[in-house]
């Protein structure tokens, strides 16, 4: 392969944080490097994910606290928001970000190609903009990173306007008073949670028989318990059925054991999963396989065909930010032949949901370890019992351990509560590290903070916890 | 300052050796690279040189002097301008019992430390590895393995996770035979499963004695042990070489721990013999057949790479070079010289090479890389008209080739019987590393470039 302006070692098609950083770290390794991006570098994560949401969540937790001042001493009058100025903060977040993605691209001397790109053969990549062709480009190793999208549902079809996927609900004009959220995965909880701190009336709509189905069903029960103390209405076991739009509200039709129910709203969120953008990148072109919306790859992130990986959301779920980057670091350093190249090890992959309270988990859950056959020594901590959370006033929560009772190995960790998805990462070491449980009992947590919660949740599963 | 010569370590495996002769005598000037004495180690007799300048000043071990241990001071060398009453400030030795005169005064400055004269000999090549390609952006194969997951150099530490430390220790298996796949080859969880899936591993035995080399004294093989044993019969008795001492030890330990298995094979060498007379005859090259064989046998490791490999608790370890080491009978034991890249070398190479190493082995005069290492050994008997014989493989070898005589045989050939020249050939395989298949695949390929000796001539 001629070294031409159009040839690259490496070639990431699609700009999010996986192939991003993807790049970053084939530069680092001293590869020719190109990003294909057609909307803007960063991603959805950045862009219209993780990033502004944060931003969002972290405007309602201030609302929140405002408006409990009183407890902490404070007055504070008149308390209001203008949500176009948070609207606003939250873009200029996501743009510094964005903006960022492109500072270390030129820092990598990454070549950014702007545009939409498929590939069109054997390490080979078109790109066009706008419907015409700009560029071919050939690259030895070619990454897709293209991501992934709102699932929609047959009947309730999102339309921008009154039924909102993700997009829309991150730059409302206004706060509606009345909001459905179809979906209680992360996204939707993160979404709930933001709409009732800001003050709408917030009804979640589950399928299944519990929100945040993936987590523990401890702490599903706790979230649920705790959203609706806020105020929150949840439906669990719950279909829709019909989406009735209005002139400005939309009129939703549940389904509950055989029973229907009408509910009238302002606006809709769906948030019923995500599928991976398989379309349109030419992978009909390629022995790699596609399978439920999503690229069939191996631990290294290979596809069925020579010199192509997928990497992310596209490859399926975990649907995180920080699994993305991951594999965007291995595959590279899997091309790249390093030693310390090591696949994913997806038990200790960890995830957070910016709720409040927040949650966090790594891991089995209790009933996910029993079915794979593990005894279990569980342990399990309230905020209640630390010092730090009374001082917060976040006296809300808990911190859940599980052990293989024979080996001592940690299953998995389960925390809601303030803060916990700034913990996680102690117990993601501990997986890491394949420590047992008399390490983490050995191990010094600093007085007071939080995360003592989580040393005396493993007391808690062995010989008793100190502080309860 | 006067500098002390220590006891040389001249082998991997030595600890001990015996000072046979004293090359210099006390007040003799010594150069760098003077042989100052020669010492008989548990494999040869080696010359040991002088690294420093200087004067011998004292000889503390007298020739013959057996049992002496690596490091032990055997001789004080002066420096230039010392004189004797400087041995004073030399490090007693604990062979030198006698007390040294009162130092006189003498006007030596006090100098940097005295080196280490003793030659540290590098590893053998056969445990070399090559080293970690550095740096990232290498198209790098995997890491030499760390013997033991990750037993660092001398150091016993094992590096393992907690976790697989604690179900190495449910399931009693020994972490030593556990490859460690982590970080810096630490070994993780996944490594115990995947070895107790395996059940490869070694499971950790009740505690036993660890072996010891027959000793003299009260043990129970001491001399007054088996002449008992032998129900007191008369005996001469033959003092135990090092070299003695190294077989005994080597050969226990190769049958006790290497699960040894056979396969023989019957070669036709009718061709060889002819391509042998007929090079004799017309081009006045004199071959052995046992050049034709080590050729021949390098040849088939090249086609068979498995078959030239080592075991480690770690992992296999396939050698890049076929380095043959070829059993030479020594008056009192045995040694095998190594023919390097027998592989790439041509048929009179290796009989000059073999000739001259047989020579210098038999009169103790190989250097340690000429006999240390080696990927796979042949021992030939066939000059004794041995038919067949199975030989001990010779760690960390994976295979030794027993070859017998080429004796004339009724073969059927063509559906006809008829006088043939058959050689025997036995392969002794390390089960851990050859598997049958293996093995047999190996001697077919040996038995087709022996029984085609032009191959041998390319």
């Given at each position: 392969m001629a070294d031409t302006p159009n040839t690259f070692d490496t070639i990431v098609l699609g700009g999010g944080p996986g192939g991003y950083v993807a790049a970053i770290r084939a530069a680092q390794l001293g590869m020719k490097t190109a990003v294909i991006e057609r909307e803007h570098l960063g991603g959805i994560c950045l862009n219209w994910g993780c990033i502004p949401t944060k931003a969002l969540l972290r405007t309602s937790e201030v609302l929140h606290l405002m408006q409990n001042a009183a407890a902490f001493g404070l007055s504070a009058k008149e308390i209001s928001f203008d949500a176009k100025k948070v609207v606003e903060r939250s873009r200029k977040v996501a743009k510094q970000l964005s903006d960022g993605v492109g500072f270390l691209m030129r820092k990598h001397k990454i070549t950014v190609i702007d545009g939409q790109g498929a590939i069109t053969g054997p390490r080979k990549l078109g790109v066009t903009k706008n419907g015409k062709a700009v560029g071919e480009y050939q690259a030895k190793n070619v990454i897709l990173a293209t991501g992934a999208r709102a699932r929609s549902l047959p009947g309730l079809e999102p339309d921008g306007k009154l039924v909102w996927t993700y997009k829309e609900a991150m730059v409302p004009d206004a706060i509606p008073k009345s909001l459905l959220v179809i979906g209680s995965g992360a996204i939707g909880i993160e979404f709930a949670s933001f709409y009732r701190d800001m003050g709408a009336a917030v009804t979640v709509v589950e399928?299944?028989?519990?929100?945040?189905?993936?987590?523990d069903d401890e702490v599903s029960a706790f979230a649920q318990k705790q959203f609706e103390k806020q105020g929150m209405t949840i439906h669990v076991g719950?279909?829709?059925?019909a989406l009735k739009k209005g002139k400005d509200n939309v009129t939703a039709t549940l389904e509950k054991g055989g029973k229907s129910s009408e509910i009238t709203v302002d606006r809709v969120i769906l948030a019923v999963g995500i599928v991976g953008n398989v379309e349109n990148i030419g992978l009909e072109k390629t022995k790699a396989k596609v399978e439920r919306t999503h690229v069939v790859v191996d631990e290294w992130l290979q596809t069925g065909e020579p010199g192509l990986y997928a990497i992310g959301d596209l490859v399926g779920s975990p649907w995180l930010a920080h699994k993305a980057m991951h594999e965007g670091v291995i595959c590279v350093e899997h091309i790249a032949g390093l030693n310390t190249a090591h696949p994913l090890e997806p038990k200790n992959v960890p995830g957070c949901t910016y709720c409040r309270p927040q949650v966090a988990s790594i891991g089995l859950t209790e009933k996910a370890a029993k079915t794979a056959g593990h005894e279990v020594k569980v342990g399990r901590f309230p905020f209640i019992g630390n010092g730090k959370a009374i001082a917060l006033g976040e006296p809300e929560g808990f911190v859940k351990t599980v052990f293989?009772?024979?080996?001592?190995?940690?299953?998995g960790a389960h925390m809601i509560g303030a803060e916990v998805t700034e913990l996680i990462q102690g117990f993601a070491i501990a997986k890491t590290l394949e420590t047992t449980e008399q390490e983490l009992m050995r191990t010094v947590f600093p007085?007071?903070?939080?995360?003592e919660m989580m040393h005396e949740s493993v007391l808690a599963a062995y010989t008793g916890a100190l502080h309860i | 300052m006067p500098i002390e010569l220590l006891m040389p370590a001249l082998s991997p495996t030595m600890t001990e050796g015996k000072?046979?002769?004293?090359?210099?005598?006390?007040g003799d000037k010594v150069k760098a690279g003077d042989v100052i004495a020669e010492i008989e180690t548990d494999k040869a007799t080696m010359e040991f040189e002088a690294v420093d300048e200087g004067t011998l000043g004292k000889i503390l071990v007298p020739e013959g002097a057996e049992n002496i241990a690596v490091n032990q001071p055997i001789a004080i060398l002066l420096e230039e301008g010392e004189d004797k009453s400087a041995l004073a400030n030399a490090p007693k030795s604990p062979m030198a019992k006698k007390a040294e005169a009162p130092a006189a005064k003498a006007d030596v400055k006090p100098a940097v430390p005295a080196p280490v004269t003793a030659p540290t000999p590098s590893k053998p090549a056969a445990y070399s590895v090559p080293?970690?390609?550095?740096?990232?952006?290498?198209?790098?194969?995997?890491?030499?393995p760390r013997s033991g997951g990750g037993l660092g150099g001398d150091s016993s530490r094992i590096f393992v996770s907690p976790l697989a430390r604690r179900l190495a220790e449910q399931a009693k298996l020994d972490l030593h035979s556990v490859t460690g796949t982590g970080p810096h080859g630490r070994i993780v969880q996944h490594d115990v499963e995947t070895a107790l899936k395996g059940g490869g591993a070694k499971r950790v035995a009740a505690p036993s004695a660890p072996f010891t080399p027959p000793a003299a004294g009260g043990g129970p093989l001491s001399k007054a042990a088996v002449y008992a044993l032998a129900g007191n019969t008369p005996f001469t008795e033959i003092s135990m070489t090092g070299m003695r001492r190294t077989v005994a030890k080597r050969m226990v330990e190769s049958k006790t721990t290497v699960p040894h298995f056979y396969l023989t094979i019957d070669c036709d060498i009718d061709p060889l013999m002819r391509v042998r007379t007929e090079l004799a005859d017309a081009a006045s090259t004199k071959l052995s057949v046992n050049d034709f064989v080590i050729k021949a046998a390098a040849l088939a490791l090249r086609k068979i790479p498995r078959a030239n490999a080592s075991y480690s608790d770690d992992a296999i370890l396939l050698w890049s070079e076929v380095n043959i080491a070829v059993a030479v009978a020594l008056d009192d034991g045995l040694i095998t010289p190594i023919i390097k890249n027998a592989d790439t070398k041509r048929l009179p190479e290796i009989s000059a090479e073999m000739k001259d190493l047989g020579l210098r082995a038999r009169a103790g005069k190989l250097k340690l890389t000429e006999f240390q290492g080696g990927t796979f050994s042949i021992s030939n008997l066939g000059m004794y008209g041995i038919k067949d014989f199975a030989a001990v493989i010779n760690p960390p070898h994976g295979c030794i080739l027993a070859i017998g005589a080429g004796e004339q045989r009724p073969v059927v050939k063509n559906g006809q019987i008829v006088v043939g020249t058959v050689m025997g050939c036995t392969l002794a395989c390390d089960h851990r590393v050859v598997d049958g298949a293996v093995g047999a695949q190996y001697l077919a390929e040996f038995k087709k470039i022996i029984e085609h000796p032009s191959v041998l001539l390319i």
């Open positions: 399928v299944l028989d519990r929100i945040l189905p993936i987590e719950t279909n829709v059925k293989d009772a024979k080996t001592g190995e940690l299953l007085h007071p903070t939080l995360s | 000072l046979a002769k004293w090359s210099k005598k006390e080293p970690p390609q550095a740096g990232e952006g290498a198209k790098a194969s995997p890491p030499p």
